[in-house]
């Protein structure tokens, strides 16, 4: 018996959405915390472009709690270790992910585990966790190491790359086989184009804010559609394949198709659709940033990179990894340089959410059907948690600096009954693929890159990452003039 998800919110039309905000708004019991109120296009257009300061700027004028409008409807932020807690542990059933700021992802996704609250969230997730046991996740490394050491023939010394355009090919394939079980150069999924149909549905989300609200036949809306529906036909003739023929693999769809809970409730090819789509969408956006960003910070610190080459060349027997150094994450620099990109620059930036009931925070009254957001990008950026947070500093995560790290202050992967279900996997991904760029390049920046972050739906390098490419040297031969 498959489980009963909730109504389809895809054809929702956005005028009709954006006026029954409105009406929510006006319905309000409470006021709304402090902040900036007034309607402010300017205000709207600065946010969509550098979230960050704005946010930060806000914490210090209104403190945890305040209110921006953005474009036609108030937006209340909740910032901090306390915020962050409050939201995701403590008080999350008062707050749900479908009806939020990101609900325009269900266009694509469907009702994944991401998108969906509640006992449907809840079941759903109980079927899902055992395919993310860490024996399943260990059956990936395999994957994941040849697809990194194939796309590492691309590279050579004296040339050059966008680092994170080829990492997000390489992530692509990676979810492709050890999500889906599809082999990216294998007819099926050649006869689409389906990496390309993937990246033509998320260009969406990182169209113009405005265009995004239009519903005619060219708009980016329809091109959206138009993708998810022939990927949907890759996705459904393979659904039908493997239960006709029984035929599965390691790969996380095969486990889905069998995967029931305790009362024996299975997924149907829907959810199973679903689910499949929001993996895709979860899994490679958010590992593409993480590796742009941290090599990113790594070609501007040479001690760093002396340091991880140095337990390199202390522990990878032949230059290579083994299976259990990578999924135990037993290179333990480069662990603390993985926590300290995820806290400078989490992908998943934002928890969108919409409050049930009205509720209280530090002394602010917030109503019932308010869109409420928590925030780790800010919430990693305050100075009285992480000092001097734009410094990039992996000492901040040994043992000891952890543990002293308030409740609620670090949430790269969100919290509570949410925690991302991909964790485990995307940083087995994310270091194997660090370590073996590392065991055999070096990179450092043309001398007139800046970085400018972009964001929606998750943070990533605006105008990509060039990099220059060189031979790896030891540790003890890496020269800090290799920093920009
Ligand atoms: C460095 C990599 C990753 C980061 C930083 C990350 C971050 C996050 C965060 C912050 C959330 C919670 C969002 C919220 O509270 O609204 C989340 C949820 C989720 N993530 Fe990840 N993620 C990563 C990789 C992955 C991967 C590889 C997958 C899939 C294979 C994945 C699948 C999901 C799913 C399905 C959810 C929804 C969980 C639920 O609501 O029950 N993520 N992720």
């Known amino acids: 018996m498959a489980l009963d998800g909730p109504p389809p919110l895809v054809d929702a039309k956005p005028v009709a959405v954006l006026l029954e905000d409105l009406r929510d708004e006006r319905a309000a019991t409470v006021p709304f915390p402090p902040g900036e109120t007034r309607v402010s296009l300017s205000r709207t257009r600065r946010f969509a472009g550098e979230p960050l300061p704005m946010l930060l700027d806000a914490y210090e004028r209104f403190g945890p709690v305040f209110t921006l409008r953005l474009l036609h409807g108030n937006v209340v932020f909740m910032l901090g270790p306390a915020a962050n807690h409050y939201m995701t542990v403590s008080h999350a059933s008062n707050f749900i992910w479908r009806d939020g700021h990101f609900r325009d992802l269900i266009g694509l996704m469907g009702d994944g585990l991401l998108t969906i609250d509640g006992e449907f969230h809840r079941r759903s997730r109980m079927i899902m966790l055992p395919a993310f046991h860490h024996r399943h996740i260990a059956a990936s490394v395999e994957v994941i190491v040849a697809e990194t050491d194939r796309a590492l023939q691309q590279l050579s010394p004296g040339g050059r790359i966008d680092l994170y355009a080829w990492t997000r090919r390489l992530a692509l394939r990676v979810a492709m086989r050890a999500l889906f079980g599809l082999d990216p150069d294998g007819e099926r999924a050649r006869s689409i184009d389906a990496a390309g149909l993937f990246e033509r549905a998320l260009s969406f989300y990182s169209s113009e804010y405005l265009l995004r609200v239009l519903r005619g036949p060219f ?100 230059g290579r990894p083994t299976a259990a150094q990578l999924t135990a994450g037993e290179l333990t620099e480069l662990e603390l340089v993985l926590d300290e990109t995820l806290r400078k620059y989490p992908p998943a930036w934002i928890g969108p959410r919409r409050s049930l009931e009205a509720f209280e925070f530090e002394g602010h009254a917030v109503p019932g059907r308010a869109f409420v957001n928590y925030c780790s990008w800010a919430s990693h950026h305050l100075p009285d948690v992480f000092a001097e947070p734009e410094d990039f500093r992996p000492e901040r995560f040994t043992p000891e600096a952890r543990a002293a790290l308030p409740k609620g202050a670090y949430v790269p992967f969100g919290g509570g009954s949410r925690t991302c279900i991909g964790m485990r996997f995307g940083q087995l991904e994310v270091r194997t693929i660090a370590t073996l760029i590392l065991s055999r390049f070096a990179f450092s920046l043309p001398a007139d890159f800046q970085l400018a972050i972009r964001q929606m739906p998750t943070i990533s390098p605006k105008h990509g990452l060039p990099m220059l490419i060189h031979e790896r040297t030891t540790a003890a031969a890496t020269e800090p003039s290799l920093a920009a």
């Open 219 to 318: 708009s980016p809306w329809a091109r959206m559609q138009k993708a998810a529906r022939e990927l949907d036909q890759l996705i459904y003739s393979e659904i039908a394949d493997r239960r006709a023929t029984g035929a599965r693999g390691e790969d996380i769809l095969s486990l889905l198709l069998d995967a029931c809970d305790e009362d024996g409730s299975t997924l149907s090819d829907l959810q199973i659709r679903d689910e499949v789509m929001t993996l895709m969408f979860a899994g490679h956006d958010t590992t593409t940033s993480t590796i742009a960003f941290m090599f990113y910070e790594l070609a501007r610190n040479a001690e760093i990179v002396a340091r991880l080459l140095a337990e390199q060349d202390a522990m990878l027997a032949d």
